[in-house]
T-cell receptor, first 115, second 117 residues
Framework: DQQVKQNSPSLSVQEGRISILNCDYT??????FLWYKKYPAEGPTFLIS?????DKNEDGRFTVFLNKSAKHLSLHIVPSQPGDSAVYFC??????????????FGQGTILTVHP | KAGVTQTPRYLIKTRGQQVTLSCSPI?????VSWYQQTPGQGLQFLFE???????NKGNFPGRFSGRQFSNSRSEMNVSTLELGDSALYLC????????????????FGPGTRLTVL
């Protein structure tokens, strides 16, 4: 049972444009969401996170939007740069002091930004 | 400061053997989580340790086990290896376990690539 889904395996965007990566989840106990970026032969690198009490969090070129009623979150990258080309993972945690560092990951979306 | 280190980086084993993977967290980090990454299943949580205690366990058979030492270093062990255990095993460390809506950022190591023949 895939509790966190990234339905787009890949996304191709032109440099300077907006990249929108989407993620859906089914577990209503999730209360914290994160985006990670992964380059080949490296571990995932934390990008940005959002608590379920918020609907938007911004950090530089990266913005994450959370729609709890739709159980949907998205990552916007503006403007996209070729160095953003990587695999992006959406992850969720059902914290509440019991699930600690257990993250449930989506399958990942390969983002390619063309110069 | 140094990041999360994992040893070995690459490993080739045969079916039926056992393997031990090691993870050294970032200095000062006391929480260590392990994940398995495969093309078919993606990144899946294995277990998490804090202060030498297993805090959470994912849906993996008992052949997968782990432990954490007093210096926060962690090892995971897989016994009776199967072909399907071929994967990238990632370790992540954080300062403390999560609590009520706040998640300490997890820093991932580069992983150990295990191939079972």
């Amino acid at each position: 049972d895939q509790q966190v889904k990234q339905n787009s395996p890949s996304l191709s965007v032109q440099e300077g444009r907006i990249s929108i990566l989407n993620c859906d989840y089914t577990n209503s106990m999730f209360d914290y969401f994160l985006w990670y970026k992964k380059y080949p032969a490296e571990g995932p690198t934390f990008l940005i996170s959002i608590s379920s009490i918020k609907d938007k969090n911004e950090d530089g070129r990266f913005t994450v939007f959370l729609n709890k009623s739709a159980k949907h979150l998205s990552l916007h990258i503006v403007p996209s740069q070729p160095g953003d080309s990587a695999v992006y993972f959406c992850a969720a945690s059902a914290g509440g002091g019991t699930s600690y560092g257990k993250l449930t990951f989506g399958q990942g979306t390969i983002l390619t930004v063309h110069p | 400061k140094a990041g999360v280190t994992q040893t070995p980086r690459y490993l080739i084993k045969t079916r039926g053997q056992q393997v031990t993977l090691s993870c050294s967290p970032i200095s000062g980090h006391r929480s260590v989580s392990w994940y398995q990454q495969t093309p078919g299943q993606g990144l899946q949580f294995l277990f998490e340790y804090f202060s030498e205690t297993q805090r959470n366990k994912g849906n993996f058979p008992g052949r997968f086990s782990g432990r954490q030492f007093s210096n926060s270093r962690s090892e995971m062990n897989v016994s009776t290896l199967e072909l399907g255990d071929s994967a990238l095993y990632l370790c992540a460390s954080s300062r403390r376990p999560t609590s009520g809506g706040s998640l300490d950022e997890q820093f991932f190591g580069p992983g150990t690539r295990l191939t079972v023949l």
